[in-house]
């Protein structure tokens, strides 16, 4: 089983990316589906997820009102909408599958499957 995101690129600040994570060989499913983003020399950050059973969504609090992540079940897909971007939010993005619900929905290490990550770079 593979993740693979996708959409990433250069994009000047205030503008907008569709970040997207499939998975081969299974259906994307899980407990919770989520987005991270790592910056050179920081550690690993939350930004979205989503809790299949109930569609809860939650948000890291410096991406709320600009992010949004959902998900296609027909297309067997994860999305991250990404709109008013700012140069903070130039990072690799990695989407992940978590199995076992865990308060911890913020937490990378709760985390079971993880994809190769896309480089996100937003230009000032």
């Known amino acids: 089983v593979q993740l693979q995101a996708s959409g990433g690129g250069l994009v000047q600040a205030g503008g907008s990316l569709r970040l997207s994570c499939g998975a081969s060989g299974r259906t994307l499913s899980g407990d919770s589906l989520a987005w991270f983003r790592q910056a050179p020399g920081k550690e690993r950050e939350f930004v979205a997820a989503?809790?299949?059973?109930?569609?809860?969504?939650y948000y890291a609090d410096s991406v709320k009102g600009r992010f949004t992540v959902s998900r296609d079940n027909s297309k067997n897909t994860l999305y991250l909408q990404m709109n008013s971007l700012k140069p903070e939010d130039t990072a690799v993005y990695y989407c992940?599958?978590?199995?076992?619900?865990?308060?911890?929905?913020?937490?990378?290490?709760?985390?079971?499957?993880w994809g190769q990550g896309t480089q996100v770079t937003v230009s000032s």
């Open positions: 992940t599958v978590r199995l076992i619900w865990n308060v911890q929905y913020y937490n990378p290490g709760q985390y079971n499957l």
């Open positions: 989503v809790r299949v059973p109930t569609r809860t969504t």
